[in-house]
């Protein structure tokens, strides 16, 4: 059969693709090395299309395994290795084992390999955890150890995910304080106003309703006596504040302050 290996260049791109992955995994990885060390086992991360993106393990057994490229940047997805537990598992969404002469490919007749797969928070597989080593050692311990690793994994991509959520929650609750404090006024990047609190519309001596929807030129006219400065914060709608409108227009939030 065929074997897909990605060249330095576009592992490293699949590597940055996949950041998030590869951080909730890191130490799983390692722990589920620590408990088969010296054992000739290798631990294996794989994407969702079956791109091995990290694997570590005991030298004389990843010396073998280089030799039929179950290594980094190699893809044991079905289509290309045939029946194997990295493929199995992403096929089927589910826990598999093969082992030695399972393998369709004869070549990986020496290989014992147990995979779980890893899902994100809306129930898509995004990698599987594999560990692999020599036929004729068989433990029934492995196949839970690997799911027991791609469940933690899973844990780690929530709890990464809610952080994400928290920080960008914080950062709509420092804009909303400032909101409250001075003058905001919102532009889309075609200059039309989207928003304006009711400090920045005392500002301008106007009702919000005279203000919003209008352009900025319109507005403000040949008026000098007022500044709009960008705020720190440059939010891009999904971030925090106003709404996207059509395919490619974003507001830019800005404090108003009375010239002097």
């Known amino acids: 059969m065929n074997n897909d290996i990605l060249s330095a260049p576009l592992l490293r791109e699949r590597w ?19 408990l088969l060390q010296g ?16 694997a570590i393990g005991d030298p004389p057994f990843l ?41 369709y490919v004869q070549e990986n ?9 890893v ?12 560990i692999s080593g020599e036929s004729g050692r068989s433990d029934n311990r492995l196949l839970e150890i690997a799911l027991m690793g791609a469940k933690i994994i899973e844990q780690n991509l929530l ?25 905001v006024i919102v532009i889309d990047n ?7 609190n009711q400090k920045g519309a005392q500002i301008l001596g106007k009702r919000r309703e005279e203000v919003i929807g209008n352009l ?9 006596s007022f500044s709009l400065n960008p705020k720190e914060e440059k939010f891009q709608i999904n971030a925090g504040l106003g709404e996207k409108i059509g395919d490619k227009r974003f507001d830019t939030v800005y404090a108003l302050n009375r010239a002097g």
């Open 159 to 183: 709890l990464q995910e809610l952080q994400k959520k928290v920080v960008i929650s914080q950062q709509g609750l420092q804009l909303a304080g400032k909101m409250l404090q001075e003058g």
């Open 63 to 103: 010396n073998k395994a280089q030799k039929v490229y179950l290594s980094s940047g190699a893809n044991w997805r079905e289509d290309i290795k045939g029946t194997n537990a990295i493929g199995t598992s992403i096929s089927e969404g589910t826990a598999v084992k093969v082992l030695g002469c399972e393998h």
């Open 16 to 34: 940055q693709k996949q950041e998030e992955l590869l951080k909730a995994a890191e130490q799983v990885l390692s722990h589920v090395y620590r």
């Open 109 to 117: 007749h020496f290989l014992n390999c147990w995979a779980a797969p």
């Open 216 to 224: 900025i030129s319109d507005v403000f006219g040949g008026a000098k």
């Open 190 to 196: 075609q200059g039309i106003i989207t928003e304006i």
């Open 39 to 54: 054992q000739n086992y290798m631990v294996i991360l794989c994407d969702s299309e079956g791109y091995i993106l990290k």
């Open 119 to 130: 899902y994100n928070s809306e129930g898509k597989i995004v990698g599987v955890l594999d």
